[in-house]
């Protein structure tokens, strides 16, 4: 039997957790339920572990040099910044991610951040119930028609490719940036492919959709703020705080060079909210708590996808697993 160790954060999905982990891998596997925040408690708790399901637990080449007989780490989440995946591959450690879950959730909050911030929602719902106000055109000259728009999408993965078919749906042109998508694939989505800086200097709206690793991190910074300066643009991140350089964004917001924001990252996922700069501006910011992937539904496809990525990978179809650093079978 195998001897696997759920280290995420499951909190009260933890119960449900047990039950379908138990009905996917219990003929192959022993599941312990161990939440772990820490290197040293990684190492601890996994010690003999054959594999691990995680979340955003740091497994580090540190982690990886101390547990010699993990062979794969399965984890729950779409983005994986906090495995080090050269590492594991070095140390023979194959990494999956979980790219099928939660991708209309995403697409629906990110969807729904933007036409929120267009529409001025918050700032009519805090006139009508807070200041008693029922004055219809308080907000004249900041709400332009959502299909005279155009909307740049950092990204064209799957959640971005949906939010561009949402956001068609109301009438935008769409732009995309990613420098590993070809213009004829974009094609069938009627998305056209731009350079980054033509992707600040035209868009209204800015949606961001990419990866955090060691090529993106921080890739949103002053400079690119200056260049979207021209247009004011929304700007909404349901993707990674990573992206963000922080500094730069708050200095955008306060200088209006964008003029509303969507937020449901930030770079710590427990930031201090009682400190932070962020919680003291006005209603065109909306901050959610890193919750667009979640549903009831997504929740559930988050833990049985992820059981069934290691089922796969030990019973020899490790070519349905969505292995990120190349490793398709078990080190023996």
Same mark, same amino acid.
């Given at each position: 039997m195998l001897k696997v160790v759920a280290t995420a954060q499951f909190g009260p999905a933890a119960d449900a957790f047990k039950k379908i982990s138990d009905e *996917?891998?219990?003929d192959i596997a022993e599941i312990s339920i161990i939440p772990c925040d820490t290197e040293d408690k990684i190492i601890e708790a996994c010690k003999d572990?054959?594999?691990v399901i995680a979340g955003l637990d740091p497994y580090t080449e540190k982690v990886f040099a101390s547990l010699e007989k993990l062979k794969m780490v399965s984890g729950v989440a779409i983005g994986y910044n906090t495995f080090d995946v050269e590492a594991a591959k070095k140390y023979g450690v194959a990494v999956s991610n979980n790219p099928r879950y939660c991708v209309n959730e /995403?697409? $629906?909050?990110?969807?729904a951040l933007i036409l929120a911030l267009v529409r001025k929602l918050l700032d009519y719902n805090k006139q009508v119930k807070t200041e &008693? /106000?029922?004055a219809p055109q308080s907000q004249r000259g900041k709400i332009k028609r959502v299909c005279v728009q155009t909307l740049g999408l950092i990204g064209f993965g799957n959640i971005a490719r949906l939010v561009a078919k949402r956001m068609q749906g109301f009438g935008c042109e769409i732009i995309a940036y990613d420098? &590993? *998508?070809k213009q004829d694939f974009a094609d069938q989505f009627n998305v056209k492919m731009v350079s980054i800086d033509e992707l600040y200097e035209k868009s209204d709206i800015i949606s961001v959709h990419a990866l955090l690793n060691a090529q993106t991190e921080g890739m949103i910074g002053k400079e690119a703020f200056k260049k979207m300066a021209a247009k004011k643009p929304i700007f909404v991140n349901c993707a990674r705080g990573g992206l *963000? $350089?922080? $500094?730069? +964004? +708050? $200095?955008?917001?306060?200088?209006?060079k964008i003029s509303a924001v969507g937020l449901d990252v930030f770079i710590s996922e427990k930031p201090d909210l009682a400190d932070s700069p962020f919680t003291k501006l006005g209603d065109n910011v909306i901050i959610t708590p890193h919750a667009a992937y979640f549903s009831d539904n997504a929740q559930y496809e988050m833990l049985v996808f992820s059981c069934e990525n290691l089922r796969n990978f030990f019973t020899g179809n490790g070519d349905k697993v969505p292995i990120v650093n190349g490793i398709k079978e078990p080190k023996a």
């Open positions: *996917i891998l219990g572990a054959d594999a /995403v697409a $629906d909050h990110a969807s &008693y /106000v029922w420098p &590993y *998508i *963000i $350089d922080e $500094d730069a +964004l +708050l $200095d955008a917001i306060k200088t209006e």
